[in-house]
């Protein structure tokens, strides 16, 4: 059944009203609320299991590829992981009313900048039905109601949560439309969606390149934009090459249907001829194809040849591009031609290498000597993240409680006048 403007609209309404609710609401409110989603997910594991194996036999029926069945899936364990976040998010410090800077003017007026929601959070995702549940707590949490637009891929699974979460919100007190999915399945809904400016406060996609820019550029609601992750692993000159091997693998094969999974390894050409045989056997005996330059292909002439679009490839797949630099000054160059801004990573024993890599690297993370697998917003301490931005307005890198506020300034006086 096509939808209209007006019923999405409609939703966009019920969430303006549930968000003047939820506001005020005290810590303990939301946290009660929080926990008994969270028991309310496993309570009813099985439920949510059945609906969500019809989105995955539709899935593997259309071919879909092995990389979006993964993140589709859901199972008892990612239930457990699910509703763990819920109790994470219940037990971090609520960010509405925290006050980020104060004063008493001279005229004695006392002035401070607060912590305030930002209202109704549209979030618009693809596949991963584990997001409903992360965005609907981080929403909860900051005071925002949820307006949740998931892929025609999850339908099933994504009304199955929405409803065990709506009937835990109203068990805890709360509007039931503190959490809602867009309704309809086809492109028209998103992009009513995209045109309710003053009904929906900002917009987050979370999915593919082609998602993120068409709510970018479509959109006359505010976005803040989460971006693909084409992350690299520099291997310096300087590296311990063990470590080095360890780093690779994981942050390529740890899960590699995730926006954090490196994509390029770069390695400096000092230590390739020692270092390309150890990586590329632990690789490739990880089940990983190599895609590589001429200097890699001579290590193994069983990679296929790298092309320009291996570079800038964001495969979510056991696929890993591979190229020597002859410096790491050329290793950040290939990094700001090529990346996507997410996660670099270098491996080294230099503070001033990895000083230089900090400070030339333009991306929402960097790590040292570290898996980019760590750009994660609970491996962070933030427990569930709304999506990882990789722009440079408002909010930069995993997205947690505080990058879901805006604030507001208030002044108390008696009686002053201009």
């Keep these: 059944m096509q939808v209209s403007a007006d019923d999405v609209r409609a939703s966009a309404v019920r969430a303006k009203q549930a968000a003047a609710v939820l506001a005020p609401l005290t810590r303990a409110a939301k946290d009660t609320a929080l926990l008994g ?11 949510l299991i059945r609906a ?46 925290e006050v980020l800077r104060g004063r008493v003017l001279p005229n004695g007026i006392e002035l401070r900048q607060v912590r305030v929601p930002l209202g109704v959070v549209g979030i618009i995702y693809e596949a991963r039905p584990n997001v409903t549940v992360d965005a609907a707590g981080l ?34 007190g709360l509007p039931a439309d ?6 309809g399945v086809d492109h028209e809904s ?23 820019r068409a709510v970018v550029e479509e959109s006359t609601v505010p976005v803040i934009e989460t971006g693909i992750g084409i992350c690299h692993v520099y291997v310096d000159k300087d590296a311990d090459l063990d470590m080095a091997v ?75 591009a591979v190229k020597v630099v002859p410096s790491l000054d050329a290793a950040v160059e290939h990094i700001r031609r090529y990346g ?35 750009t994660d917003g609970e491996r962070f301490g933030m427990g569930a993240e709304i999506g990882i931005s990789t722009q440079k307005l408002h909010a930069r890198g995993p997205m947690g409680l505080p990058e879901l506020t805006s604030t507001t300034w208030i ?8």
């Excluded at 989603?37 to 439920?47: F, P, S, T």
């Excluded at 949560?161 to 709506?166: E, T």
């Excluded at 045109?195 to 900002?202: E, H, N, P, Q, Y």
């Excluded at 996660?343 to 333009?362: G, Y």
């Design 52 to 97: 969500n194996a019809e989105d995955v036999a539709a899935a593997r029926a259309a071919g879909t590829s092995p990389a979006l069945v993964d993140r589709l899936t859901l199972t008892e364990a990612r239930l457990t992981a699910m509703a763990d976040g819920l109790r994470q998010v219940a037990a971090l410090d609520d960010p509405v009313g």
């Design 178 to 183: 503190a959490v809602q999915l867009v309704p």
């Design 340 to 374: 996507s801004g997410h996660t670099e990573s270098i491996v080294t024993s230099s503070l001033a290498a990895s000083r230089r890599f900090i400070a030339t690297c333009d991306s929402a993370a960097i790590m040292v000597n570290v898996s980019t697998r760590f």
């Design 246 to 320: 360890e780093i690779a693998v994981n942050s390529k094969t740890q899960r590699v249907s995730v926006c954090n999974s490196a994509e390029t390894l770069l390695v400096h050409a000092d230590v390739a001829a020692e270092f390309l045989p150890k990586v590329l056997g632990a690789l490739t005996a990880a089940g990983v194809t190599i895609h590589g330059d001429e200097a890699v292909r001579a290590a193994d002439p069983t990679a296929l040849a790298a092309t320009e679009d291996d570079w800038a490839a964001e495969y979510l797949s056991l696929d890993l």
């Design 190 to 212: 998103v992009k009513h969606l995209m045109r309710l400016r003053g009904l929906v406060d900002v917009l987050i996609p979370r999915g593919g390149a082609g998602l993120i």
């Design 139 to 172: 929403c909860l949490k900051s005071g925002n109601a949820a307006l949740l637009r998931g892929s025609a891929s999850a339908q099933r699974s994504n009304v199955a949560l929405v409803g065990v979460l709506r009937d835990a919100a109203v068990a805890a």
């Design 37 to 47: 989603m969270a028991d309310a997910l496993l309570a009813r594991a099985d439920e």
């Design 411 to 418: 002044g108390i006086g008696d009686g002053h006048l201009v």
